[in-house]
């Protein structure tokens, strides 16, 4: 199982420009997560899914957008980037019924210029 | 206050004490409760869940204590390569601690 992968691995965008982080897992989880950390923080939730079709707000939502059309993939959108969302983007996923241990992907560093 | 607060760290200690960080939340319904370990520029890697009765992994403990909302990791025998971040989650929201550093010396 590769577990969890992100792409890019890295990538600058000037202000306004929009771009997809992909996210995809095969360890066939219901639930997965969209986290950005910013330098010497913490994790902070942009959005969940807990299943196919279904997507809700963390608690930093605004500026992204995602989509869950499968089970193993969740995206995560950026339209209009701004200097603000320069950050180190964490995608992960997990099993319910496994005490809710997360598996992070590599992460995708994104500079917003 | 803060959802989730650790100690801010940086902790640095030589190789073979003993060190204890803990973590606070506001949530009373919090179910779940984790440490993680990242690595400089890497992404999180789960150190152990926390139980209600605590649980032993080798040289780390982790203790959960409901009435006081906090959760508490022990590492005996530190070594070099215990040196990283330590960050504890409280999953019924998906808050993450900003994470403590951990230097362990020669």
């Known amino acids: 199982n590769a577990g969890v992968t992100q792409t890019p691995k890295f990538r600058i965008l000037k202000i306004g420009q929009s771009m997809t982080l992909q996210c995809t897992q095969d360890?066939?989880?219901?639930?997965m997560y969209w986290y950005r950390q910013d330098p010497g923080m913490g994790l902070k939730l942009i959005y969940y899914?807990?299943?196919?079709?279904?997507?809700d707000k963390g608690e930093v939502p605004n500026g992204y957008n995602v989509s869950r059309s499968t089970t193993e993939d969740f995206p995560l959108r950026l339209e209009l980037a701004a200097p603000s969302q320069t950050s180190v983007y964490f995608c992960?996923?997990?099993?319910?019924?496994?005490?809710?241990?997360?598996?992070f992907g590599p992460g995708t560093r994104l500079t917003v210029l | 206050r803060k959802e989730v607060e650790q100690d801010p760290g940086p902790f640095n200690v030589p190789e073979g004490a003993t060190v204890a960080f803990n973590c606070t939340y506001s949530?009373?319904?919090?179910?779940?409760f984790f440490w993680y370990r990242q690595d400089c520029r890497k992404e999180p890697k789960l150190l152990m869940s926390v139980y209600s009765s605590g649980n032993e992994d080798g040289r780390f403990t982790a203790q959960l204590n409901r009435a006081s909302q906090y959760i508490s990791l022990l590492i005996r025998d530190s070594k070099l390569s215990d040196s990283a971040t330590y960050l504890c989650?409280?999953?019924?929201?998906?808050?993450f601690g900003a994470g403590t550093r951990l230097t362990v010396k020669p």
């Open positions: 949530n009373s319904a919090s179910q779940s």
């Open positions: 989650a409280v999953t019924l929201d998906m808050r």
């Open positions: 899914s807990v299943g196919a079709g279904i997507t």
């Open positions: 992960a996923s997990s099993y319910p019924g496994q005490g809710n241990e997360q598996f």
């Open positions: 360890m066939n989880h219901n639930y």
